[in-house]
């Protein structure tokens, strides 16, 4: 295991009591590293004592004293300006202006590898997606050459996008290499949360015109710090286009996938999409569906204000501006299936969206309780919070080759989308990330996710099979943030909605991860 | 080296390792039972539920020394036999497991020994108290499932139980 700094990505300088820590039961060696103290012993619980027994001398990471508040201003200093307003004071405008926040990858296994590196050759065990360049730059640290450095890629827990690094990996072979020894590499949790990848912080604004029953601009952009994209297309060609100097190269590939991914497909008149991206120095990368989420939250919580501005309910107003027929059929079956319209209770209410990506397309209604009742029900160390009690998902992914496979998947994302509407978030704090943990980071639980989940798979006719495992996301946040609007009469202009409020007690960050407990015995059930 | 000696998944073992170890790491470590898996150590994520004398407990936060030589610790590698052979299903599994796999609930599969191990000890529970399943009780499960498979753990553990 790793002992790391207290700032984000801090530098180890010495240890002052390596003799004693090394005497520890159970290790056999403790060596210093630049991104922290490695440790090695017979157990991974000898491990974590002496992580939380190491006196290390620190230098602090790039992003010491930084918060998310000096982050969001940074991020709205970079913003570009949105186009002009129409001359004809006959034109309406609908804006929009929204943070999100940091959320982690947070797969339910940390980071961890096997690594056996020699004089003259080296070995690795991982779970990586991007095996090649994994073994390039590996080769590239220990100093050997390519074809001296053997990647084995061994199964894993679900990424989310962690796995297209190889973090792990890279630190297992550099910690083999320094120790002259095999080792087998574990984040813990606490590293994890603080130091493992994340979505990046940024802001999304909308400007819309409109006049009479026409919709004639919408103006959309993405403003956020850099999503590193440094893994190229998996070899190291790319992956060194990508690390071009002051970010050049990487905001290339941001580009392009924005570019490739993105889309307003509603009948809106002029139509434009930009992203930028900013400030390099946190550990981001592709999380599940990348810009989609945010994206799609912004233009849907727009789209629901166009609607009420023109005195339409939100599908009416979805199905006459909609200029895909296989988008208009889904939000039909959609709204159908998910009895759209139907009374509800003050304080609870409905929400609709839809999303366009991966071949396929895809509507969602949810049902939210934003009653008092509801947020305030109190579990022991937990975040309630408003429940979305029902979701209908409806999708047409073009040929369907596993529709139970892809029917798992609309459950899958269904949950992260509301995890992002609702409950998970990381906060950056004088230079950390204040998660420690599962109990820290709020990801959806069972008191959280809808008691009833209607998934319906489209019938298609395509030869061309589209994309299922990031496409059940976005439709439903966006859903989930329309359907929040709807029940509390405002609309959120941060998310999660429960950002600002901190929401446990930070853990210490020296000693940088946590002690396991001892009184499992008196909590058995 | 103090010994330490439990039952495990029906036998008894004996291992040589300090009091203060938890049991996970005596299990994952140095016994190789991989079962149980890490998602957090300090006792949240409950990626590591087992069960001791047949109650749900996570090794996570047990010292090996405060273990007897009678306790019985079962893990997902001994839960088919934790249920008489009549009761096993086709795969010869416990009807938890094979309502599992009937509904296809694992995706990336890291949590779902302990999603099994739990939902077991929650239909146990509901037993003891002499009642059914609700939503109450699902919502009362505090294993972590990054990839949202709780839609699926709330079916498959309403059809495990009618079989259990």
Known sequence: ?525 | MPEQTFILNGESVTVDVEDDVRLLWVLRDVLGVTGPKYGCGINVCKACTSHINGRAFNPCAVPVGDLQPGDKVTTIEGLPEAVPAVKRGQNGLHPMQEAWLARDVPQCGYCQPGQIMAAVALVNKTKREGRTITDADLDTIRNICRCGTYTRIRSAVRDGATKM
């Open chain 1, 1 to 525: 295991m790793i002992c790391r700094a207290p700032t984000l990505n801090g530098t180890a300088k010495s240890i002052n009591n390596e003799a004693a820590v090394t005497a520890m039961p159970g290790v056999t060696h403790v060596a210093l590293l630049d991104f922290g103290v490695a440790v090695r012993a017979r157990t991974f619980g000898q491990c974590i004592d002496a992580v939380r027994a190491l006196d290390v001398v620190w230098a602090d990471g790039p992003v010491a004293g930084e918060s998310d508040a000096t982050i969001v201003k940074q991020v709205r200093a970079a913003q570009l300006p949105m186009p002009a307003l129409p001359a004809n004071p006959l034109v309406q405008t609908v804006t929009g202006d929204f943070v999100f926040y940091f959320r982690s990858n947070s797969p339910m296994d940390t980071n961890s590898a096997i690594a056996d590196v020699r004089a003259d050759s080296a070995t690795i065990w991982a779970g990586l997606k991007s095996p090649i360049v994994a073994q390039q730059r590996i080769a590239e640290a220990l100093g050997m050459a390519e074809d001296q450095v053997k990647v084995n890629v061994v199964t894993a827990g679900g990424s989310f996008g962690r796995r297209l690094f190889f973090d792990g990996a890279l630190e297992a072979a550099r910690i083999s290499q320094a120790m002259g020894q095999p080792v087998k590499l574990m984040w813990h949790r606490a590293d994890d949360a603080r130091a493992g990848r994340a979505h990046p912080l940024g802001t999304c604004r909308v400007q819309a015109t409109y006049l009479g029953g026409e919709v004639l601009s919408f103006n959309q952009s993405l403003t956020c710090v850099e999503t590193d994209y440094r893994h190229g297309l998996g070899e190291l060609l790319t992956a060194r286009g990508s690390d071009l100097p002051g970010g050049l190269g990487n905001q290339g590939f941001a580009q392009t996938i924005f570019a490739l991914t993105q889309e307003i497909p509603y009948n809106f008149g002029e139509v434009t999409q930009t992203v930028l991206e900013v400030d390099e120095r946190f550990n981001t990368g592709s999380m599940r569906n990348i810009y989609s989420p945010d994206v799609r939250v912004a233009a849907e919580l727009v789209v629901d204000q166009l609607a009420a501005r023109m005195k339409m309910d939100p599908l009416a107003f979805r199905l006459k501006f909609e200029r895909n027929d296989r988008l208009r059929a889904v939000l039909q079956k959609v709204a159908a299936a998910g009895e759209w319209g139907r009374p509800m209770a003050p304080g609870t209410a409905q929400g609709i969206a839809i999303h366009k990506e991966y071949k396929g397309v895809s509507a969602c209604v949810v049902e939210i309780d934003a009653r008092p009742v509801t947020v305030d029900r109190s579990i022991p160390n937990a975040v309630t919070g408003p429940r979305v009690t029902r979701v209908t998902y409806a999708i047409d992914a073009g040929r369907v080759v596993n529709p139970r496979g892809l029917e798992a998947q609309m459950q899958g994302g269904i949950n992260d989308g509301i995890a992002l509407a609702l409950t998970s978030s990381l906060h950056l704090r004088d230079g950390h990330f204040l998660e420690g943990s599962w109990d820290n980071y709020f990801y959806t639980r069972q008191w959280n996710t809808p008691p009833r989940v209607d998934v319906i798979v489209m019938p298609s006719d395509s030869e061309q099979p589209g994309g299922a495992g990031e496409a059940g996301v976005a439709a439903t946040f966006a859903a989930v943030a329309c359907a929040y609007a709807r029940a509390t009469g405002t609309v959120p202009t941060h998310f999660p909605i429960n950002h600002d409020t901190l929401s446990f007690t930070p853990k210490p960050f020296i000693p940088p991860i946590p002690q396991s407990p001892t009184n499992g015995l008196q909590l058995t059930w």
